[in-house]
């Protein structure tokens, strides 16, 4: 059966709003999930969900295993996956709190194990990503913020960085001259696995505080969870109108 999936990030270590619940480990050929896949129902619709950093928020943004949760989302039956995504807002539209469905990606990722691609299976591929999101899905999204009544913005480049510190302000000026309007730590290479997979996926980003160097003084974990706590309701309120064609 194809499902949707719902990737969590920080805030989302679970998912309160499914109902009836059944948990599955998954053995993958990557090696273990951020946490098993849950499997329940959303608007009467059946869902899976999975905390990118485990469900106690304990894997940092370069320890996830994407390959792993990503392929364990496919055998699960996902054929869309709405990625999560708490990030920081460079350009002035971005402010604090607001939600936004990106178009492009700038990967300034390293060292993560970001293909299934790798040479050891004999064969050489170069997908496609100009569009790094899965248009459809992303419409889709943006339909059902206008159903829920939330303001989304509808683009924006997605500055990927490496994480766990946040950035220096000379990185953002950098970033954002390069085309960023974001900047998060998990978008890649989450998207490019998607893709490899064959997955519809996009990301659902809610910001959760200026980028650094574009707000008052220094950036704040308080800060952070009382912006994330603010979007939580307009997240599961737009998810829900999702989950329901
Ligand atoms: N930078 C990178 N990742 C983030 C940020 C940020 O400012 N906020 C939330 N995730």
């Known amino acids: 059966m194809s499902s949707l999936a719902i990737i969590g990030g920080s805030g989302f270590s679970g998912f309160s709003a499914l109902a009836a ?9 990557y090696g273990d999930t951020s946490a098993p896949v849950t499997r329940g129902q959303l608007a009467g619709h059946e869902v899976l969900f999975l905390p990118r950093h485990g469900k106690g928020h304990h894997l940092p943004p370069h320890r996830i295993n994407y390959r792993a949760n990503l392929w364990a989302l496919r055998a699960s039956g996902a054929d869309r996956v709405v990625a999560l995504a708490a990030i920081g807002g460079i ?17 300034y990722t390293s060292g993560r194990e970001h293909t299934l691609y790798d040479g050891t299976h004999g064969t050489v ?33 997605y500055g990927a960085t490496q994480g766990p510190r946040l950035e220096t302000a000379a990185e ?5 001259r390069d085309g960023c309007d974001l900047v998060g730590m998990t978008g890649m290479p989450e998207a490019s696995l998607a893709r490899e997979l064959g997955l519809c996926y996009a990301s659902f ?22 912006n994330l706590t603010c979007c939580v309701e307009r997240i599961v309120d737009v998810l829900t109108a999702l989950a329901a064609p």
């Open 21 to 29: 619940c059944d948990v599955q480990h998954v053995e993958t050929p």
């Open 91 to 107: 350009t002035p539209r971005f402010a604090p709190t607001v939600l936004a469905v990106p178009d492009q990606i700038i990967d």
């Open 125 to 157: 591929e170069h997908i496609d990503v100009t569009a790094p999101y899965c248009e459809t899905l992303r419409l889709a999204l943006l339909a059902a913020c206008s159903r829920a009544g939330h303001a989304v913005i509808p683009q924006g480049t």
């Open 172 to 176: 953002i000026i950098r970033y954002e």
């Open 205 to 226: 980003a809610f910001v959760v505080n200026w980028a650094a160097g574009k707000g008052d003084g220094i950036i704040t974990m308080q800060e952070i969870d009382a």
